[in-house]
């Protein structure tokens, strides 16, 4: 009977919607309260690693790889903020929530040991400067330049265009390639009728004619001699040091000055 009055009292079903209301709308503006901050906060970030670029306190590519973990960090914090107000504004009981959390935090802990493992390896190649976004690596199989370093994946976008996603636990070793100088290693045949001296020493002098001038060479190029005796031909070695990722490009105009230079001379190679 009472709960039968209760059903009926007009001022019951009043407080009911009232309350309800309210709640819909707290939920909206907590929802409203997340963009904006999102929007501010990421802005802020932006405008803080900013100036450390203008500054330049630090490379660019560590400035941008410090940004894009802060920002992972600020989302992270903002949705759990979110999500407490949001079962505030529902009734869910926080201290409880938090509690079980907990409870279910160290049931499932000894599955989430790839998840710990993940930002373990993570902090540390950071902490060490493994690698910045920007620089072109080698992790694995997987060869290309790294977009993000996360504390939990690392992205790295290979030269065919794929964004590979790479959990931290599954990199034991990293090539990078853009600390330093460089080497650039040109081999050439050159076939057994020829002269093996007077082809070192003409592509000695095609080396020292491609060094005039150019500012992707540090050291070199020199020829090295003869490095493996083939069936047909005999290789010689070319080698040279080079500014940081000029390597390739020194390679392959190599490869032509000496080309032209073989043709030029009727060298058979």
């Known amino acids: 009977m009472h709960i039968f009055e209760q059903w009926m009292n007009r001022q019951y079903w009043i ?28 802005r802020l ?4 690693f900013s ?6 306190t630090m490379t660019a590519g560590r400035v941008y790889t410090l940004e894009k973990l802060s920002l992972n ?7 759990f903020i979110f999500l407490v107000i949001g079962f505030s504004i529902i009734g869910l009981p926080i201290a409880s929530l938090l509690a079980g959390a907990g409870v279910v935090g160290l049931a499932v802990g000894f599955g989430a040991q790839g998840l710990v493992s993940d930002i373990v390896t993570g902090f540390f190649i950071l902490l060490e400067k493994q690698m910045d976004v920007g620089e072109v690596v080698t992790i694995g199989n997987y060869n290309g330049v790294v977009e993000e370093v996360g504390l939990r994946t690392t992205q790295i976008r290979g030269f065919d265009g794929v964004l590979n996603f790479i959990p931290n636990r599954q990199i034991t070793s990293i090539s990078n390639y853009s600390r330093g100088n460089m080497r ?15 082809a070192i020493k003409l592509l000695q002098e095609v080396c020292e004619h491609y060094a005039q001038n ?3 060479i540090v050291e070199g190029p020199n020829v090295l001699g003869v490095q493996a005796l083939n069936s047909s031909d005999f290789t010689i070695r070319v080698i040279a040091q080079t500014k940081n990722g000029e390597q390739y490009a ?20």
């Open 15 to 42: 407080n009911l919607f009232s309350s309800i209301g309210t709640g819909i709308i707290k939920l909206i503006l907590a929802v409203l309260f997340y963009f904006i901050a999102r929007a501010i906060g990421k």
């Open 45 to 48: 970030i932006g405008r803080i």
């Open 250 to 269: 020194v390679e392959r105009e190599l490869r032509k000055a000496i080309k032209e230079a073989l043709d030029s001379r009727q060298v058979d190679h």
């Open 214 to 216: 150019n500012e992707r």
């Open 184 to 198: 650039a290693l040109v081999d050439i045949g050159i076939s057994y009728k020829e002269d093996m001296d007077s």
């Open 73 to 79: 960090i600020f989302s992270y914090a903002l949705m």
């Open 51 to 56: 100036k450390y670029l203008e500054k330049k």
